[in-house]
Structures are given as C-alpha cells and as structure tokens.
C-alpha cells in the first residue's frame, strides 16, 4: 500500500497544478502523479461496464484477468495477497495493454509512451494492493465507491 497512500497522503491539502512538472505531491515522480488519476478513472470505468458476474469485481478483476492471462498472475497475485508485492516488468504493460492502449493512456496522462510504460509498472501493484485489503477482491459498487473517492480527491 505504501505509493499509493504517500501519493495520497500527499495530496490531501495540495492542489495539482499543470502539467509543466511543477507538481506537488510529497516528492512523488510527477510521472506517477500524472499516471495515478488515469489509473483511478480507468478501474472506475471498468468496474461499472457490463452486469453479469465478472463486472462484480470490477477493474482489478478484469486486470488481474489480463495479467495471468499473459503470464504474470504470480506477480498479480502477489499484489492482492497480505505479502510483499512482487515487481511487475515494464515489457508486461505491452503484453497486457496493447499498443494502441498503452498509447491512449500515455496520451491521457500527457506522458510518452516509454514514461507510460515504467510508471504503469510501478504504479499498478501498489494501486491493487492498496484496493485488495485483506488479500479479497472488493464487489464492483465498494470499488467504484472508493475510486471515486481518490478521484475526488486528486481534482
């Protein structure tokens, strides 16, 4: 949980301000303060698609889905559980997201591509850690609910 929460925790009572690198945020990478909303918006999003089982879990779920899918389902695992998080490798934002997404979050973020990539896998095991508390998957409407509460947060 650590990023996540000094990201936060350095937010509260800090307003971004643009995007020229004058970022505030306790000394957090302005690659990842860029990354975190975008990451937020993107499981938020996610978690209120579709109405059958799978969107109960929402965006973690279907990330994790992703991830072992690919091949790094140890590693996702690793970020739900109560352990140590394991490190997730750059070359697996690619294997998980595509070009074409990685391209449309690196866009969002105002970030390249390359910036996009490393800050993703830096950032997404902290950001399913610290929404998977006590090693469990949280239900689509607790999930969106504190989503949104970071989003309101950061803005």
């Known amino acids: 949980m650590g990023l996540l ?3 936060l925790g350095g937010l509260a009572g800090n307003a971004l301000r643009g995007r020229d690198g004058q970022r505030t ?3 957090m990478s302005p690659v990842l303060m860029a990354l975190l ?3 937020l918006n993107m499981l938020s999003q996610r978690s209120r698609q579709g109405g059958g089982a799978a969107s109960d879990v929402g965006g973690i779920g279907d990330l994790i889905g ?3 899918q690919k091949g790094y389902g140890r590693q996702a695992g690793s970020w739900i559980a109560t352990g140590a998080n394991e490190a997730l490798p750059p070359q697996a934002i690619d294997e998980v997201f595509g ?3 990685l391209r449309h979050i690196a866009q969002q973020a105002g970030l390249g591509e390359d910036e996009a990539r490393s800050g993703l896998s830096e950032l997404l095991p902290d950001v399913v850690d610290h929404f998977t ?3 469990n998957l949280p239900e689509g409407d607790q999930l969106s609910a504190s989503v949104d509460d970071y989003l309101r947060r950061l803005t």
Do not use: A
């Open 25 to 27: 945020g306790g000394g």
């Open 5 to 7: 929460t000094q990201i």
């Open 37 to 39: 909303p975008v990451v």
């Open 99 to 101: 070009h074409d997404q």
């Open 66 to 68: 992703q991830l072992t």
């Open 133 to 135: 508390p006590d090693g």
